[in-house]
């Protein structure tokens, strides 16, 4: 099978016609590295805080990732610092601007800048990249933030109407129930939003007996699930599931699957990307785990060289069956440094509670917040409508063998407790993580 709507936006990208054959991967690469080194040259001429960081760089000779691997890092650290030292345009030429406060940092939040080029050519990457998953005439349900000019809702319900389709947005996204009803009312055939969001509404679509044959796709953002809570969402509304990873840095889109489902194509043409060892900077093999780093090709306002993201993932080494050759990332399994240590100095990871907690069937989302001293885990459940916990999750929490040895250490206290019970859910948009205090 060929992804044919990615192919054509790759052509379109690289200056093609539209329907030419497949480049290689080299090619692709060299493509890449031409336009690498246009952003370096514009970064170090344009923006203060490149002409400072890239100082004794010698532009022509970056050719491979090998010499991209000897160019200094841009840290979350520098973005928050000075952000308009960033900017490679005037700023009558910024047409959004986002601010981004993170949680557990009390520094001045992030600031992205982008033209009006920068978000078309987001824009242009959902409506290919949604080709397969949306025939003209089709309406997508859409739990996205911001439908602002310029706002990712905006961005993506403007790529929906090139395809000769519609969008809808709800109104809360955290209302389960209004989800399910919207759903049914709009006739939606695609599903596109955070992984949990979408989980708890095939958790209650599942409950109420609806048809399984309404909705043919959904595209999972943000969060990452456990296999088994893939398989509930797929088998509950009888849909096929894409993946999507992507952050406010990328300019919002990064990396979607082909109808193949095992792997997410990198968007290419708009970016390069490395991995590598968070502990040493170094890059590492493909197949192999490590944090994504990566480097904009196409960016006007604010171009990013070898921007540490904090994401974990890897590159799969093999080229995918579809045929294209934008690599694929694989394995986004979280944040790093977003365990929780326990008192015996074990790490305790979301990833790992979400296998325990979200097979009951009753819950919609959880939050957990961790307190060090005197150490306290605390699990707040969001229910469906009318449901009890069952009496089995207690015992299946405290039966996990890290939290079992630890409660027999009497090190840790656990509280559950039930927040909402009217189907609605906590999570707002963004990953979910564990809070700690
Ligand atoms: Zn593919």
């Known amino acids: 099978m060929h992804s044919k709507s990615l192919s054509q936006w790759l052509n379109l990208r690289m200056g093609r016609p539209l329907h030419s054959e497949d480049v290689s991967l080299e090619q692709l690469q060299e493509w890449q590295f031409n336009q690498l080194r246009k952003t370096l040259g514009q970064a170090a001429t344009s923006c203060p805080f490149y002409a400072n960081h890239l100082q004794g760089v010698t532009i022509e000779e970056i050719k491979n990732p090998a010499d991209l691997s000897t160019l200094p890092f841009t840290t979350a650290e520098d973005l928050r610092n000075n952000p308009i030292n960033f900017l490679c345009t005037s700023q009558d030429d910024i047409a959004r601007a986002i601010t981004l406060s993170s ?6 939040p992030k600031r992205l800048f982008f033209t009006a080029g920068d978000l078309e050519r ?7 990249g949604m080709g397969p998953l949306v025939d003209e005439g089709e309406t997508v349900l859409a739990l996205l933030p911001d439908s602002r000019p310029g706002g990712v809702g905006k961005l993506f319900s403007e790529s929906i109407s090139r395809l000769g389709a519609n969008t809808v947005y709800p109104e809360d996204p955290s209302n389960i129930p209004a989800l399910v009803d919207l759903l049914i009312d709009s006739r939606a055939t695609c599903i596109l939003g955070p992984a949990i969001h979408i989980h708890a ?5 599942e409950s109420h007996g609806l048809p399984d044959n309404q909705i043919h796709s959904a595209l999972l953002c943000w ?6 809570a893939i398989q509930t969402i797929s088998k509950a509304l009888g849909c096929e599931i894409f993946c999507h990873w992507g952050m406010t840095e990328t ?8 109808e193949e489902g095992s792997g997410m194509h990198l968007r290419e043409p708009d970016f390069y990307l490395e991995i ?3 502990e040493t900077g170094l890059s590492v093999p493909d197949g192999t785990s490590g944090e994504i780093i990566f480097t904009t090709l196409s960016r006007r306002a604010m171009p990013l060289i070898r921007y540490k ?3 974990i993932g890897k590159i799969i080494p093999e080229k995918c069956t579809c045929g294209l050759p934008m690599r694929r990332l694989d394995d986004v399994k979280g944040r790093l440094k977003s365990d929780i240590i326990l008192p015996n100095s074990e790490n305790l990871s979301l990833s790992e509670l979400n296998e325990i907690i979200l097979p009951f069937v009753e819950v919609l989302d959880f939050k957990v917040s961790f307190q060090h001293l005197p150490p306290i885990l605390e699990i707040t459940l969001d229910i469906a409508p009318d449901a009890k916990a069952s009496s089995c999750f207690f015992n299946s929490i405290m039966s996990h063998p890290k939290i079992k040895i ?3 250490e009497n090190d840790l206290n656990i509280n559950i407790r039930v927040d909402n019970h009217n189907g609605s859910i906590s999570s707002g948009f963004g990953k979910r993580l564990i809070t700690s205090a």
């Open 276 to 278: 590598v060892d968070p």
């Open 406 to 408: 630890i409660t027999a």
């Open 103 to 108: 949680s557990g940092s009390s520094g001045p």
């Open 223 to 228: 969060d990452v699930l456990p296999e088994i």
């Open 201 to 205: 509404l095939a958790r209650l679509w």
């Open 309 to 311: 993201t904090g994401d």
């Open 251 to 258: 300019c919002l889109g990064g990396a979607v699957e082909c």
């Open 122 to 128: 987001t824009t242009e990457f959902f409506h290919y």
